[in-house]
């Protein structure tokens, strides 16, 4: 049994699950590690705990790792989600862009942060930065699904949405 199968219809037809709902189910893991590392770093750095900026260094690579995954099932989910509206094809373009430089931004910071044992300023604002523009990104990644239809099963979409795109 196939794990990802589709019709031409964009119909599941004999897999476990659509190609395209692997994306949602893996973009939580990033978000969470790198949101999660920075508000830590924040932490070690107003207490001046090296051990925890340390363990905030680890959260980050491992966002990135999980990001790595999550731009990978996006891209699968790009060329094979189902009906959406134009605008939502629009702004998957957007959320694509602004993943991807997130994704580049915090592969620098873990970099820059493995060399150092306490974290340049520019690196920690950086990080900040780079949370800000993750979370607009996956706001887009939702409203994609919410309001443009974007990986929705056709069949219960309104038809413009159905047929739109």
């Known amino acids: 049994?196939?794990?990802?199968?589709?019709?031409?219809?964009?119909?599941?037809?004999?897999?476990?699950?659509?190609?395209?709902?692997?994306?949602?189910?893996?973009?939580?893991?990033?978000?969470?590690?790198?949101?999660?590392?920075?508000?830590l770093?924040?932490?070690?750095?107003?207490?001046?705990?090296?051990?925890?900026?340390?363990?905030?260094?680890?959260?980050?690579?491992?966002?990135?790792?999980?990001?790595?995954?999550?731009?990978?099932t996006g891209a699968v989910?790009?060329?094979?989600?189902?009906?959406?509206?134009?605008?939502?094809?629009?702004?998957?373009?957007?959320h694509l862009g602004l993943m991807a430089g997130v994704l580049t931004l915090f592969t620098g910071v873990v970099v820059a942060r493995r060399r150092d044992e306490t974290p340049a300023v520019w690196v920690r604002v950086a990080g900040l930065f780079g949370v800000a523009v993750l979370l607009v990104g996956a706001y887009l990644g939702g409203s994609l699904v919410y309001r443009g239809g974007a990986g929705v099963d056709p069949a219960i979409l309104a038809p413009e949405v159905r047929h739109g795109h």
């Open 1 to 39: 049994m196939d794990l990802f199968a589709h019709s031409n219809t964009g119909s599941p037809s004999g897999g476990l699950f659509p190609p395209w709902e692997a994306h949602p189910a893996t973009v939580h893991f990033p978000i969470a590690f790198l949101v999660g590392a920075v508000a």
């Open 41 to 72: 770093d924040l932490y070690a750095w107003w207490r001046g705990r090296a051990d925890l900026a340390r363990v905030a260094t680890g959260l980050m690579a491992a966002g990135v790792l999980t990001g790595v995954v999550a731009a990978a």
């Open 77 to 94: 989910a790009f060329f094979t989600v189902p009906a959406h509206t134009r605008e939502a094809h629009r702004l998957m373009y957007w």
